[in-house]
Structures are given as C-alpha cells and as structure tokens.
C-alpha cells in the first residue's frame, strides 16, 4: 500500500507542475489530502473496532484501485484537488485498522516487535515506491498511476482472501505501571507526530518543486525522496530490538534537534549531498516519532481503534497544516522558506513536550 502510495505522492507534484500547478497549489493539494485523511482517520479508526479490520482494509483497498485510476485521465489541476480529496478519505480507512488490529491483545514486549515489523515493511514501500516512481515517470508518466492502481486491486485480493490465525489473547492487568506510563508520554508522542508531519508535509509537497528549479533531475530526485524510506526503515529497526527509549524524552528530543540540522540543510544548501543529508536526518525522526505515537496509543487494555485513529489523525493534520503554510511561504517569502518555517514548528514542539512533562512528574 505504501509502495503504491509513494509512487502517486511524488507523480502528482510532477503532473501538477506540468499542468500549471504554483507552490500555492502544491501546498493545497497536500493539504486536501491530509484534511480529508485526519477527519477520515478519526471517525473511521472508531468505525474499525466495530466492523471488523480485515473488511475495512478490503473495501479501502478496492476505493484506492479506482481512485488511482483517475490520476490516468488528469489535465487541469483542479481535478487533481477532487482526486487528493479521495486520496486521503480512502486511505484513512486503511492505515488505523491495520495499526489496531496488530495492536490487539499485545503485551508491550510483543506490541513493540509488532509494531516494528510493520513498520519496517511500509517503510520498505517508500524506499522502493519513489525510487521506481522517478524513473517511471520520467520514461512513462501516466503508466506510474496505473502502478498504483495494480497494487492496489492485487492488495484488495489478498486481504480478502487471506485467512488469519489469532493468537491467543495475552494478560495485561499485570502490565498496568508500563500502560499508566504510556498514558503520560501519550500527549508527548502526539505534539512530536504533529511538528514531525508538519515537516513531512512540507518536504514532500514542495521540495520536488525546489529540485525542479535548481536543476535536479527527475530520476535523481526520485533516489533523493527514496532516502527518507532508508533512513526510517533503519530506525524502525533499532527501535524494534530495544526498549530502552520507551517513557524517556531525552531520545526523542535528540532525533528532533537532528531533524533540525537536516531542515536547515534543505533551507540553506544547493548540491545533492547536502540534500541527501537533510533527508536522511528527517527520516531518522519519521521512525522515532511515528513508532513512539503508534506505542503510546496501543499499549492500553481497551480497542485501540479510537486511539490509533487519532494518532493517524494528528499526523494528517500534520500533513494539512505544513504543506498549506509551507506553499504561502514559498509563493509569498521564498522558495526555502518554507523548511525554516518546519524547523520552527519542530523548536516550539520540543519546548511544549518539555512544559508539558514537567508539570506532570
């Protein structure tokens, strides 16, 4: 799904730019998307617990296979807003019901090893999905959608027809220190998820835009996105193999100050190394923040769909509100404006989780 999903979220900046889209719409067509992804994530993560997960991603799955066949047929960019509408409400029927159903009945042991595998694999998605997407779209532009789409129909088969074997439930009242614990650093993972998608949305709205003008090409743009799925995947897998960094703040502080040298490096820098490095290090806080979210929201003795919904919520709004101020900056002040604004929203979160822990010992 991810794989799918990055090929059409570096395809559609392109075709916008082809089809006379400004920064103000790039930013706008992220932001449609994450809008309808948070209010969707929020109501349907509820929903989720009810009808079962398995049918939710199904029917997700099948919305997805038509929606990315619309890419297909696109000429003006208004179309594309209707389309960055469906995108998002589509997939906000995904991404909870996978996230609580391999939540459910996890001690916290097990909830990290779960959460670990499935992060890894989404991230495996994006590394390969911009990669093929580059250079796909450079040789065959409208065929990348209908990648997409393939995907899509073939992951609808699957889930429908794959028959899965529970595990059997597991106690939690005797892990009641470490869930009261999760229920503290939740607020934390949540403010740190939405500076650390308000940069995500920034980076991957407009920087293939600044690429673009600077002269990058499309295939090394391509390879330039994929180092964020790199960076990701390597912290999910640290992250999976210990616990140390569970209900602490100073790790998750120290990932986003490092994300902080990586905006400056896309604000301030002008070759493909500097580049490289900037989206390497906000890869790195991706992994560490999304995981600390996804754990703080599902170590609980309750579904966890209302919960995960949210966190998927936070982090479309996120996706919202970065790439809709973000295109104002870089239409209105400048083309790297908008990554100095990112690293503000990421300095003002820091200070936020550290009032917020202090005055809650």
């Known amino acids: 799904m991810d794989g799918g999903s990055a090929v059409v979220s570096l395809c559609v900046p392109l075709l916008a730019i082809e089809v006379g889209g400004s920064y103000d719409d790039l930013?706008?067509?992220?932001?449609t998307h994450a809008l309808t992804y948070a209010v969707g994530a929020f109501f349907l993560g509820r929903l989720a617990d009810r009808v079962g997960y398995q049918r939710a991603m199904a029917a997700c799955c099948l919305a997805m296979t038509v929606i990315y066949l619309g890419y297909y047929?696109?000429?003006?960019?208004?179309?594309?807003?209707?389309?960055?509408?469906l995108t998002g409400l589509g997939l906000a029927a995904f991404w909870p019901s996978v996230q609580a159903w391999l939540g459910r009945e996890q001690n916290r042991a097990g909830l990290r090893r779960a959460i670990g595998g499935f992060n890894m694999s989404w991230s495996l998605g994006l590394i390969v999905g911009p990669g093929v997407a580059?250079?796909?779209y450079a040789a065959y532009a409208d065929f990348s959608f209908v990648l997409a789409a393939i995907l899509a129909a073939a992951l609808c088969v699957a889930i429908t027809?794959?028959?899965?074997?529970?595990?059997?439930?597991?106690?939690?009242?005797?892990?009641?220190?470490?869930?009261?614990?999760?229920?503290?650093?939740?607020?934390?993972?949540?403010?740190?998820?939405?500076?650390?998608?308000?940069a995500t949305g920034v980076i991957r709205a407009l920087f293939p835009k600044l690429a673009t003008d600077l002269g990058v090409a499309t295939e090394h743009l391509g390879y330039l996105m994929a180092l964020i799925g790199v960076a990701q995947f390597t912290a999910f897998t640290l992250v999976a193999r210990s616990d140390r960094w569970q209900f602490k703040l100073w790790?998750?502080?120290?990932v986003q100050l490092c994300a902080l040298a990586g905006l400056c490096a896309l604000a301030f820098g002008d070759s493909l190394f500097v580049f490289a490095v900037g989206l390497l290090l906000h890869g790195l806080l991706i992994g560490f923040t999304f995981t600390s979210s996804g754990f703080y929201s599902l170590h609980?003795?309750?579904?966890?769909?209302?919960?995960?919904?949210?966190?998927?919520?936070?982090?479309?709004?996120?996706?919202?509100?970065?790439?809709?101020?973000?295109?104002?900056?870089?239409?209105?002040?400048g083309a790297r404006a908008p990554y100095l604004l990112a690293a503000g929203v990421i300095a003002v979160a820091m200070v936020m989780q550290w009032m917020y822990l202090r005055r809650n010992k």
């Open 251 to 254: 790790p998750l502080a120290l």
């Open 73 to 85: 047929r696109v000429d003006a960019v208004a179309q594309l807003f209707g389309l960055a509408l």
């Open 300 to 333: 609980s003795l309750s579904p966890a769909g209302r919960r995960i919904g949210f966190h998927e919520a936070i982090l479309g709004s996120g996706n919202l509100v970065g790439p809709l101020l973000g295109g104002l900056a870089g239409e209105h002040i």
């Open 161 to 198: 027809l794959v028959r899965v074997r529970e595990s059997a439930p597991v106690e939690l009242e005797e892990e009641s220190a470490s869930i009261a614990a999760a229920r503290r650093f939740l607020p934390v993972a949540w403010i740190a998820n939405f500076a650390t998608f308000f």
């Open 134 to 136: 580059g250079a796909l």
């Open 27 to 31: 930013g706008a067509l992220r932001a």
